[in-house]
């Protein structure tokens, strides 16, 4: 097994562990029917949000690592589109949901009671449709690795 193909295993685990439990955080949340379970479900969030983060940062040391052993991924549409398209999934991260999702943080850390204030699903609506996009991306990513169509 060559050095390369150690870290295209590495590569294709870490999509596994980082995006994932990514694609469950949406869901995890949305099944809370009070403020207790709506919190747990957060704390859980942030837990699998440590996976995105390692894996993420996995994918992309790994994947323009290999780009540096075999040059010619650079000349590869699917390939700099991947890259491109996980630099702006990248971005959104600390400029568009971590903005949105501060305030929820705050509602959970200062509400007091057990029903869901109504407040709180307007701002998850928000934050929950730039992550859909963030997903989506990254579904495209995964499918543009898969398929390689140009």
Same mark, same amino acid.
């Given at each position: 097994m060559s050095f390369y193909d150690i870290l295209v295993l590495i590569h294709v685990f870490s999509a596994i562990v980082g995006l994932g439990p990514g694609f469950s955080m949406i869901y995890i949340v949305t099944k809370a029917k009070n403020m207790t379970e709506l919190k747990h479900a957060y704390m859980i969030r942030n837990r699998i949000h440590v996976?995105?983060? +390692?894996g993420g940062t996995s994918l992309i040391v790994t994947g323009v690592w290999m780009g540096l052993l075999q040059p010619y991924l650079f000349q590869? =549409?699917?390939f700099i589109s991947s890259l491109l398209l996980f630099l702006i999934a990248l971005g959104a991260g600390p400029i568009v949901l971590s903005p949105k999702? $501060?305030?929820?943080k705050k509602l959970l850390?200062?509400?007091e009671g057990e029903e =869901?204030?109504?407040?709180?699903? $307007?701002?998850a609506s928000?934050?929950?449709f730039?992550?859909?996009i963030t997903n989506t991306i990254f579904f495209i990513i995964i499918g543009l690795m898969i +398929? $390689?169509?140009f």
């Open positions: 996976f995105v983060m +390692v590869q =549409i699917w999702s $501060k305030p929820i850390e200062e509400y =869901i204030p109504a407040q709180y699903y $307007k701002l928000q934050l929950f730039y992550e859909r +398929v $390689k169509p």
